[in-house]
T-cell receptor, first 115, second 112 residues
């Protein structure tokens, strides 16, 4: 059973470009969470999605960032017009349902570097 | 609001020493879960343990043990007889809703 998959693992963008990060949850998991880890810091929650729905985006910056989890295909975190401060590791996690009894399993992360 | 504090930003020990990583949390919820994750130099996050707020029994798994004390809102993690492979950043996290709230992490360096 494959774990959570994220691609690309490393992404380099110049300021002003767009970054698209993909997350395929574990098989049977329909809940996806995105977290951001700035250098030398802990992970910070960004957004929680179920298939075709955004449940909680309280941690998402108001501008330039968006997320989706379509009926078919991976979840996408999109960052428009990237700036140097967006350089970070972006982790995706998934769970089969949502409840306090569920553990979120993390993917390997995408390291975004903005030049 | 939830908050997790890992006061030790960096710990350095010599192999075979025991080491305890501290975690203190804040929440108004009565039902919640606490976690520890390991982030080795390769960067992925490895799940270590989950503990619910109603279970204060200590847990031992090999060289790892966890001490949950609700009275002091602490969930400390001890590695016995540390090994070089234990070198990593360790994160404590709290789940009381839709998201995990992470502490800032403790970087553990185990020297041979």
């Amino acid at each position: 059973n494959a774990g959570v998959m994220q691609n690309p693992r490393h992404l380099v963008r110049r300021r002003g470009q767009e970054a698209r990060l993909r997350c395929s949850p574990m098989k049977g998991h329909s809940h996806v969470y995105w977290y951001r880890q700035l250098p030398e810091e802990g992970l910070k929650f960004m957004v929680y999605l179920q298939k075709e729905n955004i449940i909680d985006e309280s941690g998402m910056p108001k501008e330039r960032f968006s997320a989706e989890f379509p009926k078919e295909g991976p979840s996408i975190l999109r960052i428009q017009q990237v700036v140097r401060g967006d350089s970070a590791a972006y982790f995706c996690a998934s769970s089969p349902t949502r409840g306090l009894t569920e553990t979120q399993y993390f993917g390997p992360g995408t390291r975004l570097l903005v030049l | 609001a939830q908050k997790v504090t890992q006061a030790q930003t960096e710990i350095s020990v010599v192999e075979k020493e025991d080491v305890t990583l501290d975690c203190v949390y804040e929440t108004r919820d009565t039902t919640y879960y606490l976690f520890w994750y390991k982030q080795p130099p390769s960067g992925e996050l490895v799940f270590l343990i989950r503990r619910n707020s109603f279970d204060e029994q200590n847990e031992i798994s090999g060289r790892y043990s966890w001490n949950f004390q609700k009275s002091t809102s602490s969930f400390n993690f001890t590695i016995t007889a540390s090994q070089v492979v234990d070198s990593a950043v360790y994160f404590c996290a709290l789940d009381a809703g839709n998201m995990l709230t992470f502490g800032g992490g403790t970087r553990l360096m185990v020297k041979p």
